[in-house]
Each structure stands twice: as structure tokens, then as C-alpha cells.
């Protein structure tokens, strides 16, 4: 959508420089598509655009994904609510599924890669933490390289953390959940879909500030509204701490990609040319696609409990591979299904 408005339509961009912006985003941390807009805003206006291009794209869903959480904090509860998140839960399952096979033809290009992501999953099954197991296959890759090429690495790019304190047991105070997010933010490469092991990590397992079945519906909020799929935070926040709570985590989940596509334009031309740092990324991307294949096993076990909602995601999946649906239509039919299939219980 964006090279159709910003190329074709509008002509405010070459395809090639729309290109080169595309491989920026994807070398720094956070939502790529949010990062294109970004850049694409400081293309045209400076630090002004920066800021309105960002805000324009990330405001719109956050401000839907507030509404729905309102809805489903006072109406999750009910009957017909319930059944409708019955039916979009295994379709997010699917969904998943399919951005998977898409992100492992890209990350998984050498046995040596498979190898990384195969210990990645391991880590990760084994309760280590998210940010600890990038960094690790960040610098296994980077020693496979080396080993390969016997030559020593001129420069080095790691995920950027920032750093964050200590999280207490829920209730979650308002500055905790802005670091969690800042964090997460601060660390998740590409597809929002790995964002999915951080939020399992830092807000399931060791808080228990949610539990599975939040989880993956602020997963289908997130996948069924417009926008960014980070706005799954929004919903997650305003779970957790309301109005407040929706506002500080949706700031923190996006802050860092504000920050880091503004510091990191100048030095892109050296980190492309840097085999240490290409080394590095490709250890990151394909311990982030292990991370995000064991939470879609976690993800669906929670998702699908029974016959009618193996069948729906089955279902999804084989629509999904064959015809490219958009997703935004499975989910609704899988929201509407639920229903009927809840009603007539």
C-alpha cells in the first residue's frame, strides 16, 4: 500500500529509494511498516514529518484498539462476546501459521541458520529469557561467519536494549509498564508477530499479569484493526491500568523506533557494507522467527480446544496458503462463526 501512495500515486519517492527506505527500517528495531512511515515523513519534512508521519500512522488504530478494549473489558464477559472471541482465536492461529512460512523463507537461508534457530527454540522452550537468546544467536552468527571467512569483524550491530528496571508483581504501576513496552519495542526486529514471545515472556510467565487467554486476544485486536500490529499494546495496556495504561504502553512500544530510525540514517551506508553486522542480523532474524514459532504452538494450544475450532483453523490456514485472503476477512468470519456456534450451545 505504501509504494502504490508514495511511488506510483504520489511520485514523492523513486522505487529505489522506496526500496532503500523498506531496508532501513528492517535493519533497526521495531514495527517495520511503522519505520517506513517514519522515514518517509523526515524524507519529506525534516523532523516535523518524522513526528506527524509516525503519529498519523500508529494514532488511528491506537485510538480503535482503546475502543475495542473498553468493549471487552465490559462486554468480554458476556455470551455473545465470548463466542465471537471463540471463533477469531483459532484464525489468529492460522494467521500466525502463514507470516511463519513467509518470515522462515527469509531468515532460515543456510543449515548453519536452521542450526541457530533450532537452538533458539530450544532456549526458548526452556523458559530463557527473549532479549538473552537474540543476543546469543546474534553472536553465534557472527563467530559462524567469522570461522568462515577467517577474518576478523570491523563493526558490530546488536539489538539496541534500553535498559529497564525490575518488574514487581502485577498490579503493574504505570512507569513499570512503560518500560516493559519500551523495552520490548526497543528490541523486537521486523514483523510484530515476534512481538508475541516478548509479550508471553514479560507479561505471562513471570508477572502473571495476564494470562494465555489475554494474551492471544489482544493478539486478535491487534491482527483484526487497522495499523500496526503493535498496537496490540494498546489493548494490553489499557487491560492492565485503563486509559493511562493504553496511553504509556502504546508510547513506550513505539518510542524506540522514533529514536532509533532518527539516529541510525547516517550510518546505514557503513552497517550495509559491514559483514560482522550482517552477520549479527541474520543470528537475530532467525532466532526471532524461532521465538515466534514456539509462542504460535503456545498460542494455538490455548486457541484450539476443540472440534469446531480445530476445523476453523484448519479451514484458515488452507483459505490463507491458497488464495491470499486478506486476513481482516477470515478474522470476521471467524468472529461471526464463533457466535453462531456459541449461541446454538
Known amino acids: 500500500m505504501m509504494e502504490e501512495e508514495?511511488?506510483?500515486?504520489?511520485?514523492?519517492?523513486?522505487?529505489?529509494?522506496?526500496?532503500?527506505?523498506?531496508?532501513?527500517?528492517?535493519?533497526?528495531?521495531?514495527?517495520?511498516?511503522?519505520?517506513?512511515?517514519?522515514?518517509?515523513?523526515?524524507?519529506?519534512?525534516?523532523?516535523?514529518?518524522?513526528?506527524?508521519?509516525?503519529?498519523?500512522?500508529?494514532?488511528?488504530?491506537?485510538?480503535?484498539?482503546?475502543?475495542?478494549?473498553?468493549?471487552?473489558?465490559?462486554?468480554?464477559?458476556?455470551?455473545?462476546?465470548?463466542?465471537?472471541?471463540?471463533?477469531?482465536?483459532?484464525?489468529?492461529?492460522?494467521?500466525?501459521?502463514?507470516?511463519?512460512?513467509?518470515?522462515?523463507?527469509?531468515?532460515?537461508?543456510?543449515?548453519?541458520?536452521?542450526?541457530?534457530?533450532?537452538?533458539?527454540?530450544?532456549?526458548?522452550?526452556?523458559?530463557?529469557?527473549?532479549?538473552?537468546?537474540?543476543?546469543?544467536?546474534?553472536?553465534?552468527?557472527?563467530?559462524?561467519?567469522?570461522?568462515?571467512?577467517?577474518?576478523?569483524?570491523?563493526?558490530?550491530?546488536?539489538?539496541?536494549?534500553?535498559?529497564?528496571?525490575?518488574?514487581?508483581?502485577?498490579?503493574?504501576?504505570?512507569?513499570?509498564?512503560?518500560?516493559?513496552?519500551?523495552?520490548?519495542?526497543?528490541?523486537?526486529?521486523?514483523?510484530?508477530?515476534?512481538?508475541?514471545?516478548?509479550?508471553?515472556?514479560?507479561?505471562?510467565?513471570?508477572?502473571?499479569w495476564l494470562d494465555e487467554s489475554q494474551l492471544i486476544d489482544a493478539v486478535a485486536v491487534g491482527q483484526f484493526t487497522p495499523g500496526p500490529v503493535f498496537t496490540t499494546a494498546t489493548f494490553i495496556g489499557y487491560l492492565l491500568a485503563g486509559i493511562p495504561g493504553a496511553a504509556v504502553a502504546t508510547a513506550g512500544v513505539f518510542l524506540p523506533s522514533f529514536v532509533l530510525v532518527a539516529l541510525s540514517g547516517p550510518f546505514i551506508p557503513r552497517i550495509r557494507r559491514s559483514p560482522a553486522a550482517s552477520a549479527v542480523l541474520e543470528g537475530v532474524v532467525v532466532a526471532s522467527f524461532a521465538l515466534m514459532a514456539v509462542v504460535a504452538v503456545r498460542l494455538a494450544r490455548a486457541a484450539v480446544v476443540d472440534v469446531p475450532t480445530l476445523f476453523e483453523a484448519v479451514v484458515s490456514a488452507l483459505v490463507l496458503f491458497r488464495w491470499r485472503v486478506n486476513s481482516a476477512w477470515l478474522v470476521l468470519a471467524g468472529g461471526v462463526t464463533g457466535a453462531i456456534v456459541y449461541a446454538l450451545r
Open 6 to 208: 508514495f511511488v506510483r500515486r504520489r511520485q514523492w519517492l523513486t522505487p529505489d529509494e522506496f526500496l532503500d527506505l523498506v531496508g532501513l527500517a528492517g535493519l533497526v528495531p521495531g514495527p517495520s511498516s511503522t519505520e517506513v512511515a517514519i522515514l518517509v515523513g523526515y524524507r519529506r519534512a525534516g523532523w516535523r514529518g518524522l513526528l506527524l508521519a509516525g503519529t498519523c500512522f500508529i494514532l488511528p488504530a491506537a485510538i480503535i484498539v482503546t475502543s475495542l478494549a473498553w468493549m471487552y473489558v465490559h462486554l468480554g464477559r458476556l455470551p455473545a462476546a465470548g463466542g465471537v472471541l471463540m471463533g477469531i482465536k483459532p484464525v489468529i492461529v492460522a494467521v500466525v501459521a502463514q507470516a511463519l512460512v513467509a518470515f522462515g523463507r527469509t531468515a532460515i537461508k543456510t543449515k548453519g541458520l536452521l542450526a541457530i534457530g533450532l537452538l533458539a527454540a530450544g532456549a526458548d522452550l526452556l523458559d530463557a529469557p527473549p532479549l538473552g537468546i537474540l543476543v546469543a544467536a546474534g553472536v553465534l552468527s557472527l563467530l559462524r561467519r567469522v570461522a568462515q571467512r577467517s577474518e576478523a569483524p570491523r563493526m558490530l550491530l546488536g539489538p539496541v536494549a534500553l535498559a529497564a528496571p525490575a518488574m514487581l508483581a502485577s498490579p503493574p504501576g504505570l512507569a513499570k509498564l512503560f518500560f516493559v513496552f519500551l523495552k520490548i519495542g526497543a528490541v523486537v526486529f521486523g514483523s510484530g508477530y515476534v512481538l508475541l514471545a516478548f509479550l508471553r515472556a514479560d507479561l505471562v510467565e513471570h508477572p502473571h
